[in-house]
């Protein structure tokens, strides 16, 4: 792991608003069968036949389609490398801000919905939206902790992993626990069980020249030498307090499974009573399991413990982005990359 500054580190806790947590990470799955219109419809508890065969016969898909069909086009979506963040099949900015960089890159109509040419654009990716997974003992045997709200409790502990099993399949499969519930009601969170997931690890992201940071729309798009969007993710950059330095950077380093050095003296929030300490790594850390170190002094692109709230909420200054996408942008660049940080 490269040798990153403890001062960095120490500078990007996020500004919490009430909004519905989730969590994240990328990892191995096992392709299973394709479930068919009537198991799908038994195990999700609701009709999400559209998922597997096709899209809703209404056409468009906005915020009006069924969840089925939003939930394909949020799938699609991710594995196109166009990610509208955590996978919940509901309609929100980030799915749209997703179809729009899609439909920019693919020279469609700018429309933020899955009109005709866009569905048939992201139709030429054949792979089932879901997919079967038998859960591994490593899946749901934790260890499992409970994460404090407290800074300094935080520092007590050894490593700040997930919080549970359904937390942990939730990152592993770019979903929301609640999503993963919904399409799993009566299956057990126990080894050999048999879930319904959404296809989207191992899609590969070629490596790339650029990370450009849009304050505007609120994403991080990785660009190859010749200026083409090879992916796109939600992301949440900057506050009132803490605004986006704009200008041109580059990465000095990248770290995975990072320590964060907590310094209540750069945070203006901060509980005047804390003192500087070390937060452990984990998935539950403040800066999630990556950071990409920034030659801007105590600015980063790193991961987080809330996926749910990205793109949602305010940060101190640093681009928060969920663990998976910020892993996989992270293992796409070097030391060296250029970052352009703009309005």
């Not at 792979?127 to 409970?146: C, H, I, Q, R, S």
């Not at 939730?170 to 929301?176: N, V």
């Not at 991961?303 to 996989?328: D, F, Q, Y």
């Amino acid at each position: 792991m490269p040798a990153l500054r403890p001062s960095t580190l120490a500078t990007c806790l996020v500004l919490l608003l009430p909004f519905a947590a989730g969590h994240v990470h990328a990892a191995s799955q096992e392709s299973g069968e394709q479930p068919t219109e009537a198991q799908d419809q038994a195990t999700s508890g609701q009709d999400f036949a559209a998922v597997v065969n096709g899209w809703d016969e209404a056409g468009t898909v906005d915020a009006d389609a069924p969840a089925a069909a939003i939930l394909r086009a949020q799938v699609l979506l991710e594995r196109a490398r166009f990610s509208p963040g955590e996978i919940d099949g509901g309609w929100g900015g980030n799915t749209a801000r997703a179809i729009e960089g899609f439909q920019q890159r693919h020279g469609l109509e700018v429309t933020g919905v899955v009109d005709a040419p866009t569905r048939e654009k992201l139709g030429l990716d054949t792979a089932a939206p879901l997919l079967a997974y038998t859960l591994t003992a490593a899946d749901v045997e934790g260890p499992f902790v409970d994460i404090p709200e407290d800074m300094e409790a935080k520092a007590g502990l050894d490593r700040l992993g997930y919080s549970s099993a359904l937390e942990a399949l939730g990152e592993k499969f770019h979903a929301s626990p609640d999503l993963l519930r919904r399409l799993n009601p009566d299956a057990e969170l126990e080894a050999g069980a048999r879930w319904w997931v959404p296809n989207v690890v191992d899609v590969e992201l070629p490596k790339g020249e650029k990370i450009v940071v849009d304050r505007s729309d609120s994403v991080v798009r990785l660009l190859d030498g010749d200026g083409t969007v090879l992916g796109q993710w939600p992301a949440t950059m900057g506050s009132e307090h803490d605004p986006l330095p704009i200008g041109e950077w580059t990465v000095d380093a990248v770290a995975e499974d990072p320590v964060f050095y907590y310094n209540p003296d750069l945070f203006w929030d901060a509980d005047p009573e804390h003192a500087k300490a070390e937060i452990a790594p984990g998935p539950n850390s403040p800066v999630g399991t990556v950071w990409i170190d920034l030659s801007k002094e105590h600015y980063g692109i790193h991961g987080t413990p809330e996926p749910a709230n990205v793109g949602k909420t305010a940060s101190h200054g640093c681009i928060r982005m969920t663990n998976w996408s910020a892993l996989a942008l992270a293992r796409a660049i070097s030391p060296g990359t250029v970052v352009v940080l703009q309005e």
